[in-house]
T-cell receptor
């Protein structure tokens, strides 16, 4: 079945810096790759996603890139703010359900 | 996107008892899923809740421990049976929607 690896597990940046989180997946049939932000005590919130027929997608300060050949996708956050501090999960769709990476705890200090 | 209401939001239960978690969606959805998130960990898929048929369980999860009901396209329940402290986790309902997969706010379960 699908396996998703996520790195790094923790990431600390200064406010205004960029943050990059990387994921790899194993199943070449996976075709949907969302990213979720989870704040303490809340459920995961979808922040951006990408489908396998697209190489890059951007939404304001957030962007996601996909390399199908390498089975690799990344989340890029520019101009980070303290409110970006949270746990971020990548996921890949295997069949109809999402398989998640282990998460990255992002800390943005002002 | 679909809005999910999950109840209860948290509970503390005695070992050996059972808890039923409810998931209500404001729209009819075909795909509904249940996940477990152990403390400080990622989300693990428990099962896919199929409307009108038995749920499809992932490896490591069995129907006797986690029975699931899906009586219609807007509602599902997950029961955690014969609980032990190892079942202490956040249980999350998720639905597949046209603009992605949405999650409920979760049920934080503590077994004592």
């Amino acid at each position: 079945g699908e396996n998703v690896e996520q790195h790094p597990s923790t990431l600390s940046v200064q406010e205004g810096d960029s943050a990059v989180i990387k994921c790899t997946y194993s199943d070449s049939a996976s075709n949907y790759f969302p990213w979720y932000k989870q704040e303490l005590g809340k459920g995961p919130q979808l922040i951006i996603d990408i489908r396998s027929n697209v190489g890059e997608k951007k939404d304001q300060r957030i962007a996601v890139t996909l390399n199908k050949t390498a089975k690799h996708f990344s989340l890029h956050i520019t101009e980070t703010q303290p409110e970006d501090s949270a746990v971020y999960f990548c996921a890949a769709m295997a069949g109809t359900a999402l398989i998640f990476g282990k998460g990255t705890t992002l800390s943005v200090s002002s | 996107s679909a809005v999910i209401s999950q109840k209860p939001s948290r509970d503390i239960c005695q070992r050996g008892t059972s808890l039923t978690i409810q998931c209500q969606v404001d729209s009819q959805v075909t795909m509904m899923f249940w996940y477990r998130q152990q403390p400080g960990q990622s989300l693990t898929l428990i099962a896919t809740a199929n409307q009108g048929s038995e749920a499809t369980y992932e490896s490591g999860f069995v129907i006797d421990k986690f029975p699931i009901s899906r009586p219609n396209l807007t509602f599902s329940t997950l029961t955690v049976s014969n609980m032990s402290p190892e079942d202490s986790s956040i249980y999350l309902c998720s639905v597949g929607w046209v603009d992605g997969y949405t999650f409920g706010s979760g049920t934080r379960l503590t077994v004592v």
